[in-house]
């Protein structure tokens, strides 16, 4: 097997930021507020933004929504798997 071809390392699998995320309460909270007013400012370019920036305003919107949405979504699965610990 070529070098180029290797399986990788895990290290690229690590993510500390996601990790801390869902760790941290106080950080989790300022980053979903920081995203969504940008999110609210994406709105406002899809309301009222000039016609060529309203597709790509949408584009990022729809990303933030679904970042969003996987990070909600494995807070709860670490919420559901902290709870079955504790009733164990």
């Known amino acids: 097997m070529k070098d180029h ?5 895990r290290d690229w699998r690590q993510y500390p930021i ?6 941290n309460r106080e950080r989790y909270q300022a980053m979903r507020d ?11 370019i899809l ?10 305003a949408q584009s990022v919107l729809n990303a933030y929504g679904y970042g969003l949405e996987l990070l909600e979504e494995a807070i709860r699965a670490r919420d ?8 164990s």
């Open 5 to 9: 071809q290797k399986t990788p390392e």
């Open 80 to 87: 559901a798997i902290l709870q079955n610990n504790e009733a």
């Open 18 to 23: 996601h990790a801390e995320l869902l760790s």
């Open 47 to 56: 309301r009222t933004g000039p016609a060529e920036q309203r597709p790509i």
């Open 34 to 44: 920081r995203c969504l007013q940008t999110c609210r400012e994406l709105d406002t």
